[in-house]
């Protein structure tokens, strides 16, 4: 069984740029920035090349803080986590899938 660690968020519209982004996630749209250029956050790019992110990326900066916060870890290292984490819920997931496919 798994549990959110995030409070699921419903944003007004289905992307936002950054300073609400930054504004709703309670962090500096600095802190933000830094972030995207760490590849820890993966916005998409507006018309004008400006960063528009999603419900999704809230629960990926609230990861990246849960893991800055509980673990003492710096950015390089949450980058390395997170992905680590991602391709162990892959793997949970094929492993599932593989059962109920088995029988």
Known sequence: MSYALVRPV?????????????RVAGVHPELVRRLVTLGLLEPERGPRGELRFSAAQLAALARVQRLRAGCALNYAAIGLVTDLLDRIAALESELRRARRAGG
């Not at 419903?10 to 930054?22: K, M, P, Q, Y």
Request: glycine share 8%; proline share 0%.
């Open 10 to 22: 419903r944003l007004a519209r289905e992307d936002i740029g950054l300073d609400d982004f930054a």
